[in-house]
């Protein structure tokens, strides 16, 4: 049945009258890039450009019916599922269509990333830049500061938020009262949502912070399909990471996948409505099916077959190095899989974080298993040439001014991105930003940087000005990409120039 068909509108309409709960997100979220996910990174720079223009490349509106966003972040997706589940009446809208039914609303769920800015890219950017927050930061202001959201809330109108962004809120409380903000829930909600929104609904009193416990992790049975599309595809195949890096919240959780019957019926509520692609989703799709750090080719190779044969394009979230250079056969042989029919390349979000096994021992203790910290700057080596060779394009981050981090690291990090430049990929340095068990410790800021760590970002942007034009060839080579792909040129030239004009390139 089409989105358009006339009794789905009419479901929409009924709805409408009764939706007690409100699910949206900031424009930054509300959009699917173009179709293309990648861009969705521009959302978390200063507008360097007039915010018209940087909307129009980075994050425009996604389509909608009236209000109804045919596409939504995957994490709302999977908040509404679980609500409906639990026989709320809920409806998620497009951040500019609430003024249409928030008369209606008893309880608004905001889900966010990055509602200060101080996500680890925001803050990079924001910094070097100095032009001001990060759109992020703007657009999760503006949404909850709408007159309709506001006028809704003297009547009672209750806003809990939600989402991967939601700890920046703990860190500034009184963002709370200045946005209007009555709980914000931290961690993987699906076991504690429904008690929180009935809380609301009955009026009752919520708490300010809710983290998440350990004990409340949902199993894989307790996390329901998502019902409505995902932007660009998007789709979960297991929650949790064990390889333990000190500064990150995931892996405090246990590692669960999910099943191949799962996976695709999440698909299929995407290819329904003409989603011809699916970006897996997991903090290391290669490791899929297994409980350690070697992938099990067999579980990973079956999950690509089954996905290809209904989309068009398939690619990943997020990979590990280590993974890759374990068992370059089994990246081949998947390359072959993926890259069947128009797809000509496919990309991953993948950690390098320093060059240095020391560091790496210190604050990464597993994320070169099974190598040695000894091996990292080799296994990186090894695993973006086997990606290179193989037409994966990694986006790699590096993160700056980990606790510890000394010159000679900062160095070996230098070094490493040296003798990366033979290879297609992206180098995207950001600022430490305390998390996970590290918590505590200082943020790293621009005025803290040291000439080497300023000559590690050179190296970084003269990288990727290098890469980025032969990468947007293949990236831009679909119709309704080569319309677009004079504009990120321009964009492109902008910081070229720029970057010349501040004798960096
Ligand atoms: S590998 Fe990535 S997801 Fe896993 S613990 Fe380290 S930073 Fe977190």
């Not at 914000?184 to 609301?200: C, H, K, L, P, Q």
């Amino acid at each position: 049945m089409s989105f358009k068909s006339p009794r789905i509108l009419q479901a929409i309409r009924a709805v409408k009258l009764m939706a007690e709960i409100l699910l949206t997100a900031d424009r930054t979220l509300m959009s699917n890039y173009h179709g293309k996910e990648f861009l969705g990174f521009g959302s978390t720079a200063p507008p360097i450009l007039p915010e018209c223009i940087i909307k129009a490349l980075f994050f425009p509106p996604v389509k909608n019916k009236r209000g109804i966003p045919l596409e939504a972040p995957y994490g709302l997706r999977k908040v509404e599922a679980k609500l409906i589940e639990e026989g709320f009446n809920v409806l998620t809208v497009d951040p500019d269509g609430l003024c249409s039914f928030i008369d209606e609303a008893k309880a608004l769920g905001v889900y966010t990333m990055d509602p200060l800015g101080w996500g680890p890219s925001s803050t990079t950017f924001a910094s070097i830049m100095k032009v001001g927050e990060p759109c992020t930061a703007i657009y999760f202001r503006r949404l909850l500061t709408k007159p309709e959201v506001r006028r809704a809330r003297r009547r009672g109108l209750k806003v809990i938020v939600g989402g991967p962004g939601a700890w920046q809120l703990k860190h500034k409380p009184k963002a709370l009262n200045d946005y209007g903000i009555d709980c914000v829930i931290d961690g993987e909600a699906e076991r504690v949502v429904g008690r929180i929104f009935r809380m609301a609904l009955n009026g009752d009193e919520l708490p300010k912070f809710y983290d998440v416990d350990l004990k409340d992790v949902p199993s894989v049975d307790e996390i329901p399909d998502i019902i409505s599309p995902s932007v660009n595809g998007l789709i979960e195949i297991g929650r949790g990471c064990c390889r333990g890096c000190h500064f990150c919240d995931v892996t405090l959780r246990p590692l669960r996948w999910y099943p191949y019957e799962k996976i695709l019926r999440e698909l299929k509520v995407n290819l329904r409505v003409g989603i011809r692609q699916a970006i897996l989703h997991a903090e290391d799709v290669l490791l899929y099916g297994s409980n350690n750090t070697v992938p099990r080719d067999d579980k990973v190779l079956k999950l690509h077959e089954l996905c290809k044969k209904y989309v068009d394009s398939v690619c990943w979230s997020h990979a590990s190095l280590a993974a890759i250079a374990v068992n370059p056969k089994l990246v081949r042989v998947l390359s072959e899989v993926i890259l069947s029919g128009r797809q000509r390349m496919w990309g991953a979000q993948i950690g390098i974080e320093t060059g240095s096994p020391k560091l790496l021992k210190k604050v990464m203790p597993a994320k070169a298993h099974p190598f040695k910290p000894e091996d990292w700057p080799n296994v990186v080596r090894t695993a973006i040439g086997i990606a290179h060779d193989n037409n994966l394009v990694p986006a790699c981050t590096l993160i700056v001014g980990l606790p510890e981090e000394t010159e000679d690291d900062v160095v070996k990090t230098i070094e490493l991105i040296d003798d990366l430049r033979r290879y297609r990929s992206l180098i995207v340095p950001l600022f430490f930003v305390p998390l996970g068990k590290i918590k505590n410790k200082d943020w790293f800021k621009v005025e803290h940087m040291a000439e080497l760590q300023k000559e590690l970002l050179v190296k970084c942007l003269r990288h990727d000005v290098h890469w980025v034009k032969d990468i947007m060839g293949e990236y831009f080579s679909d119709l309704r990409g080569a319309l677009i792909k004079p504009l990120y040129q321009l964009f492109m030239k902008a910081i070229e120039r720029e970057a010349r004009r501040r004798k960096v390139i």
